[in-house]
T-cell receptor
Framework: GQQLNQSPQSMFIQEGEDVSMNCTSS?????WLWYKQDPGEGPVLLIA?????ELTSNGRLTAQFGITRKDSFLNISASIPSDVGIYFC??????????FGPGTRLSVLP | EAQVTQNPRYLITVTGKKLTVTCSQN?????MSWYRQDPGLGLRQIYY???????DKGDVPEGYKVSRKEKRNFPLILESPSPNQTSLYFC???????????FGPGTRLTVL
């Protein structure tokens, strides 16, 4: 099946720093979703994007639907300890199921 | 509270012993799906269901069965589990196949 790539695979940052991660695909998508998974829990939806170029915020989180429709970006500003977890992107095109990236593991150092 | 529930949350079993993992949603969602999560591979879709009595294979369906007799329930059946099915399993539901999916808490399965 289709595969998404996420970068970086993992990152360690200091509390208060900003975070950037991205997701790329070889295919174009019409929907991008960003999820966060806490240890021992299921993924929780953070942001949904439906239009190329769209920029959407949810508190300290901002995500963008890439203009090529083959990528998406997630930024977290002023990180805090509870931002720790795995961040997944998911994308789909019309008539297809969602595919998920392998995730970016975020660790926040106090 | 709107939610997706899975049972059991943890299961250790032996090769060949049939098991069922239940999934239920209370949001009247039409679309339901099962995923397995393995390190470095992210979430891979096993089976999905667009509506009652309609199921289709996902990317990794071998060794699994599902049924959708009622809208709210979507059980995952392993007729003869094998060690390579040791994984973390998630059920998800959404209003439609294009909608945002809500995930259950996960079932960690170990097959010895």
């Amino acid at each position: 099946g289709q595969q998404l790539n996420q970068s970086p695979q993992s990152m360690f940052i200091q509390e208060g720093e900003d975070v950037s991660m991205n997701c790329t695909s070889s295919s174009i998508f019409n929907t991008w979703l960003w999820y966060k998974q806490d240890p021992g829990e299921g993924p929780v939806l953070l942001i949904a994007l439906y239009k190329a170029g769209e920029l959407t915020s949810n508190g300290r989180l901002t995500a963008q639907f890439g203009i090529t429709r083959k990528d998406s970006f997630l930024n977290i500003s002023a990180s805090i300890p509870s931002d720790v977890g795995i961040y997944f992107c998911a994308g789909r095109n019309y008539g297809q199921n969602f595919v998920f990236g392998p995730g970016t593991r975020l660790s926040v150092l106090p | 509270e709107a939610q997706v529930t899975q049972n059991p949350r943890y299961l250790i079993t032996v090769t060949g012993k049939k098991l069922t993992v239940t999934c239920s949603q209370n949001m009247n969602h039409e679309y339901m799906s099962w995923y397995r999560q393995d390190p470095g591979l992210g979430l891979r879709q096993i089976y999905y269901s667009m509506n009652v009595e309609v199921t289709d294979k996902g990317d990794v369906p071998e060794g699994y069965k599902v049924s959708r007799k009622e809208k709210r329930n979507f059980p995952l059946i392993l007729e003869s589990p094998s060690p390579n099915q040791t994984s973390l399993y998630f059920c998800a539901s959404s209003l439609s196949s294009s909608g945002e999916q809500f995930f259950g808490p996960g079932t960690r399965l170990t097959v010895l």
